[in-house]
């Protein structure tokens, strides 16, 4: 690992394979970018990838000379990993869509990842979002970095291989250089004379630094591949969040579903869990009844929250499923909506991750609702539903069957970005 901050470039590394820029509502600028690059490496393919522009972003980039791949706003990670999957193998420039000055000097830097310090700072605003990526990247590495939001880096296979996917936002230039150090691969910046269009002191640029700020802890926190999709996303699980109520009980489960993501394996249903006995699988199947149990001092209690936390669990496989699951069936039961109504929205746009964390609080809140909500005979039936439906789908596939159904299938849709 090397973690130094040069001005010259040590050249006769790997060819550059592609150049990826990641753009939103970048029309006035994204032509010349585009030129610029084509001129600087002639017979490298520049690749845009137009994260959900509301203007002629992707018209211009095209007219341009670059390979234009448009997608739904999700953010900028999203959008740079998706188009790093359609470079060839080898050697990638990053850049901002509104960059100016000359490249070449960073593309020949040797090392697996060197990212591009600007000589001069322009504009801005007061630092803060700047010095927390400085600390959570030498926290989290070690490495002390000069510019931790730059997105101006070029990144050998390797490096790909250790970075992608990225996470999510712009919280990806300070996980990419946590993940590179942490990798063993050698990261270094290089001082350049290059411009860009800083954002101001005004609400606009404090809200983007904002932005920037939440997205760097997010991406520094606990992080999932998103393969509901089978677009491999990887995303900033906030589940937790829903813990973080003055119930115990549901700051418990939480907890007990947030070591399953951290570290499961490859166990799929409870039959696969109890045949390996010590998994985070196995855990749950204990502990989320456990604390129903100690929660309610219920029998019944035990097994709405364990059924019901791992009812919502089996639906969590496409985004935005199991919180509209949640959000039909709290009102019957006296749960609260507003934790499910604000993560919605980044579930369904996979912009976030309910992960079993967020799954499993979110139907152990409805299992001890129901509990003081629902009479003996009420509480019985619904066990009885959820057991069945517990069984249907260690048997067969509740996806599946809710895209063979048509009222489901459009219920489900519904909101979900294509």
């Known amino acids: 690992m090397e973690c130094s901050l040069r001005s010259t470039p040590s050249l006769g590394v790997d060819e550059l394979?592609?150049?990826?820029?990641?753009?939103?509502?970048?029309?006035?600028?994204?032509?010349?970018?585009?030129?610029?690059?084509?001129?600087?490496?002639?017979?490298?393919?520049?690749?845009?990838?137009?994260?959900?522009?509301?203007?002629?972003?992707?018209?211009?980039?095209?007219?341009?000379?670059?390979?234009?791949?448009?997608?739904?706003?999700?953010?900028?990670?999203?959008?740079?990993?998706?188009?790093?999957?359609?470079a060839p193998v080898g050697r990638v420039l990053l850049l901002d869509a509104d960059l100016e000055g000359d490249l070449a000097p960073l593309a020949g830097a040797d090392g697996d990842l060197t990212i591009a310090a600007f000589a001069e700072r322009q504009g801005g605003g007061f630092g803060i979002a700047k010095q927390a990526g400085r600390m959570l990247v030498r926290v989290l590495s070690g490495f002390a970095p000069v510019e931790p939001l730059s997105g101006q880096r070029v990144l050998s296979q390797q490096a790909r291989e250790a970075c992608f996917p990225l996470a999510a936002g712009f919280?990806?230039?300070?996980?990419?250089?946590?993940?590179?150090?942490?990798?063993?691969l050698r990261v270094s910046e290089l001082e350049l004379p290059l411009r860009h269009h800083a954002s101001g002191r005004d609400v606009a640029g404090f809200a983007h630094r904002a932005r920037q700020l939440l997205d760097a802890f997010l991406a520094c926190g606990p992080t999932a591949v998103n393969h509901r999709n089978h677009r491999g996303l990887r995303l900033p699980l906030v589940g937790w969040l829903v813990g973080l109520r003055r119930d115990p009980a549901v700051a418990a489960v939480a907890a007990i579903g947030l070591a399953d993501d951290l570290w499961s394996g490859g166990e799929r249903g409870f039959r696969a869990h109890l045949v390996s006995r010590r998994t985070t699988g196995v855990l749950k199947l204990v502990g989320?009844?456990?604390?129903?149990?100690?929660?309610?001092?219920?029998?019944?209690?035990?097994?709405?929250?364990?059924?019901?936390?791992?009812?919502?669990?089996?639906?969590?496989?496409?985004?935005?499923?199991?919180?509209?699951?949640?959000?039909?069936v709290a009102p019957f039961a006296g749960a609260p909506l507003r934790a499910a109504v604000i993560l919605a929205p980044y579930d369904l746009r996979e912009m976030a991750m309910l992960g079993d964390s967020g799954a499993n609080a979110l139907g152990a809140l409805l299992g001890l609702s129901s509990v003081s909500k629902f009479t003996a005979?009420?509480?019985?039936?619904?066990?009885?539903?959820?057991?069945?439906?517990?069984?249907?789908?260690?048997?067969?596939?509740?996806?599946?069957?809710?895209?063979?159904?048509?009222?489901?299938?459009?219920?489900?849709?519904?909101?979900?970005?294509?």
């Open 288 to 328: 989320i009844p456990l604390v129903g149990l100690l929660a309610t001092r219920k029998l019944s209690g035990a097994l709405l929250v364990g059924l019901a936390a791992n009812f919502l669990n089996q639906l969590d496989t496409r985004p935005g499923r199991a919180l509209k699951a949640y959000l039909l």
């Open 17 to 86: 394979v592609a150049v990826l820029v990641a753009a939103r509502d970048e029309e006035a600028a994204i032509a010349r970018t585009v030129e610029s690059v084509r001129g600087v490496f002639p017979g490298v393919e520049v690749i845009v990838a137009d994260d959900g522009s509301r203007d002629g972003t992707a018209e211009s980039a095209r007219r341009a000379g670059a390979r234009v791949l448009r997608f739904p706003a999700r953010g900028k990670g999203q959008a740079l990993t998706l188009a790093e999957r359609a």
């Open 171 to 184: 919280g990806c230039e300070v996980r990419m250089t946590v993940d590179a150090v942490r990798a063993g």
């Open 377 to 418: 005979r009420g509480r019985w039936a619904a066990i009885g539903a959820l057991a069945g439906l517990t069984l249907l789908g260690e048997t067969r596939s509740l996806g599946a069957l809710i895209e063979r159904t048509p009222v489901l299938r459009e219920l489900d849709a519904l909101g979900r970005q294509p």
